[in-house]
């Protein structure tokens, strides 16, 4: 699990101080509910600290005391946060979003925008979580904020490595890092940021030893934010058994696997630990503990959807978009309202005077909607007729996908056809030897010369059958080229290796080979056996493989 700078977390002195001199006692009560509501939060006492959140905020909006009402509402949405009820909180941010847009500034349109951010990265979307990270520091950018310029820069940085824009994650990093001296527990994060940097750049001693500079002072650091000083450790040890893995020392990465396993509590930071073990266990092959992960996975990933709520994070997500949208919109049509506001005073102090030139601007500005009209018109075909092409590339792609299907199902029939002849022809050999070693001991036979030479006779069909002459003419036309090819890869077979190999090739097992060429099933796997060192077939890759992949 990756590590993000929660700015708004616990927001509590972050935008406005909250303990100011309240002007009446009740503005003051509001306050001190939202003092005790971050205090639970921090506890991780949920539900006492939304009561007193929830509260603090209803008295807040109903006096009209915006500041208060925002921060409320902003740390419920952060106690769903951190109980993994995505949808909820999306649901309170977006309300305190409408309360910074309506009655407040982008200081708190900032924050808003960053903990979206961090619930977009939950929900394994980093484009919007890009975007809404891009927005807070463009904010703090203007207001010439520095250290939050440099949060949401380390913000912006982790979320481009994990989109592997890493020339653009390590220019926020380098622009953050001499801005957050003063912030240690920032700081931190941008060195984790840095180090993951170097692991997706392959320098992997560079980031090895970042990484080990990193993880003591973790330890040692004073945070106020326990939950984030966890992540953070987890972090860099799976940044560490990563860089161990790349480097094949597959034990040391077990042990810094497990060691963030042993301080992960959180369900959802667990899965990406189990599924890094699971990888790290069958690179060594104890296979037992790799598929005892892999359950592990599947057990947790299904407990954290059961108090997921998925569904409404989705809908108050498309919410929130168009809020923002409504809210550009909003500050466009004012923009454009003060322009048309000078422009019409403009034309009344000049209209006596220019009457002339206004009625060359009407007509250009006729001319101007007609090209306009022209060229959407000209656009409009462009496209219908782009659409058209990709229509009937799409037809034509699937008339080719039908005729290979129809292809492979003749072949396939085909296929098993010419496996029933082989069969066909190991019963009739079967029969064959039957009836010679019946007769063979007979002792009548023995001084029956007519009736031996017969049973001679009968003995040479076994060896030699002209029939396997069009079996293997009709395998030719099913698999055109395969004998040329294994021919002119492997010179020194001879002809009955190359009829062991067919026989294998169309996956026939050894009773059924040891029948078609009358011999025991034994001989088949020793013959199997000097074939394939004669091939040169790498140990370990079965031999029906191999000639698969011919």
Not at 121 to 127: A, L, M, S, T
Not at 206 to 221: G, S
């Amino acid at each position: 699990m990756r590590s993000y700078i929660y700015a708004t977390l616990l927001l509590l002195t972050s935008l406005v101080p909250l303990k100011l001199f309240a002007q009446i006692e009740a503005q003051s009560n509001v306050i001190e509910r939202i003092d005790l509501g971050v205090k639970y939060l921090s506890e991780k006492e949920h539900t006492k600290s939304i009561e007193q959140l929830i509260a603090a905020k209803e008295i807040a909006m109903r006096n009209e005391w915006y500041t208060q009402a925002f921060n409320a509402t902003l740390n419920i949405g952060t106690n769903y946060y951190l109980m993994l009820d995505y949808g909820e909180a999306f649901q309170y941010y977006l309300q305190a979003y409408e309360i910074a847009m309506k009655h407040l500034g982008p200081k708190q349109e900032m924050a808003v925008f960053n903990n979206i951010g961090v619930l977009y990265i939950e929900e394994k979307d980093p484009k919007k979580a890009k975007e809404s990270f891009f927005k807070a520091y463009e904010i703090a950018k203007k207001l010439d904020n520095k250290k939050q310029i440099g949060s949401y820069g380390i913000n912006l940085a982790l979320v481009l490595n994990n989109m592997g824009e890493l020339d653009l994650a390590e220019h926020y990093i380098e622009e953050a890092l001499p801005l957050l001296n003063d912030t240690p527990n920032v700081l931190l994060q941008a060195k984790i940021a840095k180090s993951e940097n170097l692991l997706l750049r392959n320098q992997y001693r560079k980031a090895e030893k970042l990484a080990l500079e990193i993880l003591p002072q973790i330890e040692n650091l004073s945070l106020l934010k326990e939950q984030i000083t966890v992540n953070d450790k987890i972090t860099i040890l799976l940044i560490l058994t990563e860089i161990y893995e790349k480097q094949n020392q597959f034990k040391t990465a077990q042990g810094y696997a497990l060691l963030a396993r042993s301080a992960q509590e959180n369900i959802e930071g667990r899965v990406a630990i189990y599924n890094r073990l699971a990888t790290l266990y069958g690179e060594t092959f104890e296979f037992k503990k790799a598929m005892a992960y892999k359950d592990s996975v599947i057990i947790a990933t299904d407990s954290l959807y059961a108090i997921k709520n998925t569904a409404l994070f989705k809908s108050e997500k498309v919410k929130f978009q168009i809020q923002n949208y409504q809210h550009e919109l909003l500050e466009s049509k004012k923009t454009l309202k003060q322009e048309k506001q000078f422009f019409y005073i403009l034309i009344i102090g000049v209209i006596l005077i220019m009457g002339f030139l206004i009625w060359i601007y009407k007509n250009n500005s006729l001319k101007h909607k007609q090209r306009k009209r022209i060229v959407e018109l000209e656009l409009a075909k462009e496209i219908s007729d782009h659409l058209l092409i990709e229509e009937k590339h799409r037809e034509k792609v699937a008339m080719e996908l039908l005729e290979k299907e129809r292809l492979k199902n003749e072949l396939d029939i085909k296929n098993r056809e010419l496996t029933a002849k082989a069969m066909y022809l190991a019963s009739k050999n079967e029969l064959i030897e039957e009836v010679v070693q019946s007769l063979s001991i007979n002792t009548q036979i023995a001084t029956n010369t007519p009736l031996k030479n017969q049973v001679n006779d009968l003995k040479k069909h076994l060896k030699k059958d002209t029939q396997w002459d069009s079996f293997f003419m009709h395998f030719e036309e099913l698999n055109q080229g395969f004998l040329d090819r294994l021919r002119s890869q492997h010179p020194k077979l001879t002809p009955n290796d190359i009829r062991f190999l067919t026989f294998l090739y169309m996956n026939l097992s050894y009773k059924e080979i040891a029948s078609l060429l009358n011999i025991t099933p034994e001989s088949c796997r020793k013959r199997k056996e000097r074939i394939s060192k004669k091939m040169n077939v790498p140990e370990g890759l079965p031999l029906h493989a191999y000639l698969s992949a011919i």
